[in-house]
């Protein structure tokens, strides 16, 4: 992995995790956490999305939306994890 390609994930992250912060009402840790929240989720997604069949492509745009799915699926099991 190369320095663009990492500069590329911490912006793609850092888009995915504020998006989700914003989509969960309430949501969102401040801007360092959500980018974290954003890469982790990047991760989820890849791991989660194929395997239920679901491809968004791969462009720029694509990883995005791609991110912000799974940043929504974990900001919702840390929301989870917090109530119990």
Not at 1 to 26: E, F, P, T
Not at 50 to 69: C, E, K, M, N, Q
């Amino acid at each position: 992995m190369g320095i663009d390609s990492l500069i590329v994930m911490l912006i793609v992250g850092a888009i995915a995790g504020w998006l989700a912060g914003k989509i969960m009402a309430g949501g969102g840790f401040g801007l360092l956490v959500n980018m974290v929240l954003g890469i982790v989720g990047a991760f989820v997604a890849g791991l989660i999305l194929p395997a239920l069949g679901f491809s968004v492509g791969g462009s720029v745009l694509s990883a995005i939306v791609h991110s912000t799915i799974g940043a929504v699926i974990v900001l919702a099991l840390i929301r989870l994890v917090k109530r119990v």
